[in-house]
């Protein structure tokens, strides 16, 4: 299955394809619908990626759709908790550990009626070095991997 980094035009790690507006394998707008087939991703890695997509609910529902039954996102993201979320000019939505769980829990999902069913594997929120530690720029970590069908996926909480 393809592993997929979005935003990824500066650094991608290796055995990765990049999605991005420019300097990326794949040059891509991700806040229209994304260059991928249904469920022909096997991994999207969004290290800080959502924050500078526009819709969150968008951006849950594509990663949904491409992404293979049984398949994972693996996002780092900076969280509303510190101040890294608000300071970059480039970040037009905004997350932290709390607001995955429209995605995961269906207490919260109600809310967005979406058929995103994401099961949380990992969550944390820690600072990623010294450097953010001092400035208070709190990252948020989720492992979340998609079900679909008859697999129960979100929590009822």
């Avoid at 249904?38 to 819709?55: P, W, Y």
């Avoid at 968008?58 to 994972?72: A, D, F, N, Q, V």
């Avoid at 994401?118 to 530690?133: A, G, V």
Wanted: positive net charge; contains cysteine; proline residues 6%.
């Amino acid at each position: 299955m393809r592993k997929i980094d979005l935003c990824g035009g500066h650094g991608k790690p290796t055995g990765y394809e990049s999605v991005d507006l420019k300097n990326s394998d794949i040059v891509a707008d991700l806040n229209n619908q994304w260059p991928f087939k249904d469920g022909e991703v096997g991994l999207f890695r969004a290290h800080d990626a959502l924050e500078h997509l526009k819709n969150p609910i968008h951006t849950m529902k594509e990663i949904y759709r491409c992404l293979s039954p049984k398949g994972w996102l693996l996002s780092l993201t900076p969280s509303t908790d510190g101040r890294g979320a608000f300071c970059d000019p480039t970040h037009v939505s905004f997350w932290n550990s709390f607001s995955l769980r429209y995605y995961t829990h269906k207490l919260q999902a109600q809310y967005i009626d979406t058929p995103v069913k994401f099961q949380l594997n990992r969550i944390k929120d820690f600072f990623p070095s010294e450097y953010h530690k001092f400035h208070n720029i709190v990252y948020v970590k989720a492992d979340l991997l998609k079900f679909s069908g008859r697999t129960p996926g979100l929590i009822e909480i």
